[in-house]
């Protein structure tokens, strides 16, 4: 099955640094990768969405200088959290999508925990 | 606009009991649905899905669903509940091929001995 990979799983920063979180699709070329951000005991919230060689598209209240996000390969997306503050802790979670019989689904990465003291 | 609905934050279920999830959707068009589970800590893992073929659904780890259309549901059921059942459902949406997915807000399963 098509398989999505997250790195690190658990980050720790310091208020004013930046973070990057990756994203890969491991058997598969994702033409396009999502973002999500949960808070505790609640849903996903999707902050942006990537296609590969363009610019991301990203969702009404989300600062785009903020997160930083490119899609540079087919198989790999970043998220930057630049200037991390600790309202910025929370759990990040990626997915991937593909052109194809399955093109409807979106496969999910097991999620990055940032944690911003 | 599309949305999604789960009815219950919390449901808790003793274990061999039915297990039934409810999630309705509002979308002028036939939509996808989706049902993900997420244990703590972890990414979503897909359930299963309904997209126009089957109105009767079967997934994983024996849970299935039905798309009612009258009723704009796609309840999630399982006919007996195991302790390892216990965590966070997601009801999804998604309209079109390469669409946004829309969540609900979640149904948190706990299983009693």
């Known amino acids: 099955g098509a398989v999505v990979s997250q790195h690190p799983s658990r980050v720790i920063c310091k208020s004013g640094t930046s973070v990057k979180i990756e994203c890969r699709s491991l058997d598969f070329q994702a033409t396009t990768m999502f973002w999500y951000r949960q808070f505790p005991k609640q849903s996903l919230m999707l902050m942006a969405t990537?296609?590969?060689?363009?610019?991301?598209?990203?969702e009404q209240g989300v600062e785009k200088d903020k997160f930083l996000i490119n899609h540079a390969s087919l198989t790999l997306s970043t998220l930057t959290v630049t200037s991390a503050h600790p309202e910025d802790s929370s759990f990040y979670i990626c997915s991937a999508s593909h052109q194809g019989l399955e093109a409807y689904e979106q496969y999910f990465g097991p999620g990055t925990r940032l944690t911003v003291t | 606009a599309q949305s999604v609905t789960q009815l219950g934050s919390h449901v808790s279920v003793s274990e061999g009991a039915l297990v039934l999830l409810r999630c309705n959707y509002s979308?002028?068009?036939?939509?996808?649905l989706f049902w993900y589970v997420q244990y703590p800590n972890q990414g979503l893992q897909l359930l299963l899905k309904?997209?126009?073929?089957?109105?009767l659904v079967k997934g994983i780890n024996g849970f299935e669903a039905e798309f009612k259309k009258s009723e704009t549901s796609f309840h999630l059921t399982k006919p007996s509940a195991h302790m390892s059942d216990a965590a966070e459902y997601f009801c999804a949406v998604r309209l079109m091929v390469g669409g946004k997915l829309i969540f609900g807000q979640g149904t948190e399963l706990s299983v009693k001995p």
């Open positions: 979308s002028s068009v036939p939509p996808y």
């Open positions: 990537s296609n590969e060689g363009s610019k991301a598209t990203y």
């Open positions: 309904y997209t126009s073929a089957a109105t």
